[in-house]
């Protein structure tokens, strides 16, 4: 290499010489670039009830002091999401259930066998993440924070070198319960509510099933006087025709067991419908019992049906103005804190951009159940009533009172109702089409229309007076040629008259003397005699006719319209 070369550059070649990569041939690669982007998303995901747990005296989850989520992880996840690898590895293994719940829950034994012995990171290991408020910066302040502790023995886990403690806004739970307690987080569930009334049912059925089997098996009574020495060894042997053998017949009596079915299905039911009565979950409301239609109309049915959802729809409403709602909130506080680009979704069959980014200062939002009151039928005809009124409003022109606009909501809320999703594919929104044209007033059609008769008969008229002139043009064209061809006649004979007459005076004059005139110089001159000149006025009369009868002309009409007479122009 060329001292004067710098290290890691190519020396040049020598002059003379061939470059090599010059000669070399060229060579193509196939390249396949990959861009991968990561999107982040908010997830809700259900918690079992055994897995969360929070102060004995909270009242709710935003309140609350200190709240656990215990979750199940494995030893390789934790060490994917930054954990200490030799931390995780030092933590023992989860080694069975220890509540009730978990018990009934795990009925296929899932956390019964551990595959630690074949794929250690693959082991469960027990993880519990505390939301607690506390004192951590020793400021005097207690402020929430989330503290990450893994095993059952509480060892606060490692992330990225420091203990995974760290402050946070409010606690990401959302807990709801369908008979909520005045003052109390934990309610009551459906459970609690009916639970006594099946232990109630379950003594019932089993003493009524004691009484079929003894029914089916009544007790034998034997007299002693009657009774052989194998009488009591043939009654325990029980099988179809068996022979029991007795000193002499009618020794054995079968007891009358009383039959007590008929007292216990009236107190099932009593129980059915006191668990209906609690649960809200009845017989009408699985489906119309055959009973229930007896002697009933479809009112009264209908009021049946009703009474009995009000219950579950109870239910539904305080899960949603409780559980769903603080839900919510929770879902929009997550976005707007981490949300850092606009996204588009598909929103009501359009296409929305959205932009968290624009959320920050949004702190007055408002959460509406959409709950409605009454059944789907009964909101229906209401939907229909509203468009009834509407329409009517519409027709009778008050257009300041009802526009296109909230027919088309009125519209939208009932494909809603019918299950329909895509409103558009059967209304427009008004707001996307072109504004409608003001329908005309019917007055003002038919002072159109008697202007268009008018307009009609005037052209049938100027028409008609159209033909008519043509006609009388033609006319006066034939009648002014008819003339023409007359005084053609007449200039014709007047001109063989003068000539007859010329030559009559030819031969006049040739029989007259010579006239002698003297000029003013006394000289004399012989001249004849001539008669032509006394014609020259005639000629220049006839001359001026036919030059008028040849010149162009115009028609002249009178007031009404009609031929007057023709004049040259």
């Known amino acids: 290499m060329d001292a004067m070369t710098p290290p890691g550059m190519i020396p040049p070649m020598p002059p003379g010489q061939p470059d090599p990569m010059a000669m070399a041939p060229a060579r193509t690669h196939d390249v396949v670039v990959k861009r991968s982007k990561t999107h982040a998303q908010c997830k809700v995901e259900p918690v079992p009830p055994e897995e969360f747990g929070i102060a004995r005296n909270a009242r709710s989850i935003r309140d609350a002091d200190y709240a656990f989520h215990k979750v199940l992880s494995t030893q390789g996840k934790l060490i994917a999401q930054g954990y200490d690898a030799e931390q995780i590895e030092g933590l023992e293994s989860y080694t069975g259930i220890s509540n009730t719940e978990e018990v009934n829950r795990d009925t296929v034994w899932e956390h019964q066998h551990s595959s630690e012995k074949l794929n250690r990171t693959a082991r469960r290991i027990e993880v519990t993440e505390h939301y607690c408020r506390m004192d951590y910066e020793g400021d005097g302040t207690p402020c929430l924070y989330k503290v990450t502790t893994g095993g059952t023995q509480g060892d606060i886990l490692k992330k990225d070198g420091k203990l995974d403690i760290e402050p946070i806004d409010e606690i990401p739970f959302a807990g709801m319960t369908p008979v909520p307690q005045p003052h109390r987080f934990y309610g009551r569930s459906i459970a609690d509510l009916v639970m006594d009334i099946q232990r109630i049912k379950t003594a019932l059925m089993r003493g009524m099933l004691d009484n079929v089997y003894l029914v089916n098996n009544p007790r034998v009574e034997v007299a002693e006087a009657m009774s052989g020495p194998q009488t009591l060894d043939d009654l325990l042997v029980a099988r179809p025709g068996g022979i029991v053998r007795t000193k002499q017949p009618g020794g054995i009596q079968w007891q009358q067991v009383p039959n007590i079915g008929a007292a216990t299905f009236p107190a099932l039911e009593y129980m059915d419908m006191t668990r209906e009565w609690r649960s809200g979950v009845t017989r009408q409301g699985q489906g119309i019992d055959a009973d229930a239609l007896q002697n009933q109309s479809a009112t009264a049915v209908n ?248 010149a162009p002309k115009r028609i002249v009409r009178d007031e009404h319209g009609r031929v007057s007479h023709i004049e040259p122009l």
Do not use: C
């Open 303 to 550: 009021h049946t049906f009703n009474a009995a959802q009000a219950k579950v729809k109870l239910i539904a409403r305080i899960f949603a103005e409780t559980g769903i709602k603080d839900l919510f909130q929770l879902i929009h506080g997550t976005i707007r804190k981490h949300g850092q680009e606009a996204a588009t979704a598909r929103l009501r069959g359009n296409w929305v951009n959205i932009d968290p980014r624009d959320w920050k200062a949004r702190n007055d939002l408002t959460i509406s159940v959409g709950l409605g009151g009454g059944s789907k039928a009964e909101r229906v005809q209401h939907i229909m009533a509203i468009l009834g009124l509407q329409k009517e409003a519409m027709l009778n022109g008050m257009t300041n009172l009802v526009t296109a606009q909230n027919i088309y909501n009125s519209t939208k809320e009932l494909t809603k109702l019918l299950d329909l999703k895509n409103t558009e594919a059967f209304f427009l929104d008004p707001k996307t089409q072109p504004p409608v044209q003001p329908k005309p007033d019917p007055k003002m059609l038919e002072l159109q229309a008697k202007n268009e008769i008018e307009k009609t008969q005037a052209q049938a008229d100027i028409a008609t007076q159209n033909m008519k002139t043509q006609a009388e043009i033609a006319l006066a064209r034939e009648k002014h040629a008819m003339e023409m061809q007359a005084m053609e006649r007449e200039f014709q004979l007047k001109e063989r008259e003068h000539h007859m007459t010329m030559a009559a005076m030819a031969s006049k004059a040739a029989n007259q003397p010579k006239q002698t005139i003297k000029d003013a110089d006394g000289n004399e001159s012989v001249v004849e005699s001539d008669h032509s000149s006394a014609m020259a006025p005639v000629l220049g009369l006839l001359l001026e006719h036919m030059r008028n009868a040849s």
